[in-house]
Structure formats: structure tokens, C-alpha cells
């Protein structure tokens, strides 16, 4: 059974950075796609970062050139490096997975793709 541990939020100043982490157990990283998420109140669940297996990457435009989503497949987890946070980045951040055969031509950032979510990790950033 595959479990997703979000860890890592915080409550940071803008301009600051953060870098929460997810733990994977029951999946192997070369057979899953994974993506970090967030959602705030009042808005939907909106993707920020995805990652394959097979070293595809994708991002929402809000957060290129200030994200970097990685993963350490020794330790089974994943990251999402947070750089220059903005307020509008406040959100609970997920991670989520979703097993794959082959590589997307860019790793899907829609929430319905996925099907395995973690709990869920709280980023506030306040300027």
C-alpha cells in the first residue's frame, strides 16, 4: 500500500525560502509520477511541481525560476525546494502520486491525475 508523509511547512517571511519534504513508502520512483500541490482557502487544489521517473519535470508558471522539485530515490522521498516565497504562496502543500508505465511527453500537473495524496504540510508566508 503506497502512503505519502508530507513535512517541512512552516510559517516564513516573504522572500524567504522553505523546502518541504515527502516520504514515500510501497512505491518504487521508477514506476511513479509524484507532484507536490497546494491549496489555499477559497481556491481549488492547484498543482505546482511534478516529477517522473524517467526525468521528466513540469511546473506552474507561478513558481519557475523560484521552485525546484527533486527526488532522492535511496531515501524514498521528495522534495520541493522553495526560493523567494511570495504571500500568495500560503497554502497546505500535498504531495501525491500516481503509479505510470511510461514517461509523459511533460508530467501532468492536473489533481485528477493522481490518485494517492499525502496529509497534507501548511506554508505561511507573511510579508
Known amino acids: 500500500q503506497v502512503q505519502l508523509a508530507e513535512s517541512g511547512g512552516d510559517s516564513v517571511q516573504a522572500g524567504g525560502s522553505l523546502r518541504l519534504s515527502c516520504v514515500a513508502s510501497g512505491l518504487s520512483y521508477s514506476r511513479y509520477l509524484m507532484g507536490w500541490f497546494r491549496e489555499a482557502p477559497g481556491k481549488g487544489r492547484m498543482g505546482v511541481a511534478a516529477i517522473d521517473g524517467f526525468g521528466g519535470i513540469a511546473y506552474a508558471d507561478s513558481v519557475k525560476g523560484r521552485f525546484t522539485v527533486s527526488t532522492n530515490f535511496a531515501e524514498h522521498t521528495l522534495y520541493l525546494q522553495m526560493n523567494r516565497l511570495k504571500d500568495e504562496d500560503s497554502a497546505l502543500y500535498y504531495c501525491?502520486?500516481?503509479?505510470?508505465?511510461?514517461?509523459?511527453?511533460?508530467?501532468?500537473?492536473?489533481?485528477?491525475?493522481?490518485?494517492?495524496w499525502g496529509h497534507g504540510t501548511q506554508v505561511t508566508v507573511s510579508s
Open positions: 501525491a502520486a500516481k503509479a505510470i508505465e511510461r514517461p509523459y511527453i511533460q508530467p501532468p500537473l492536473g489533481a485528477d491525475v493522481y490518485d494517492t
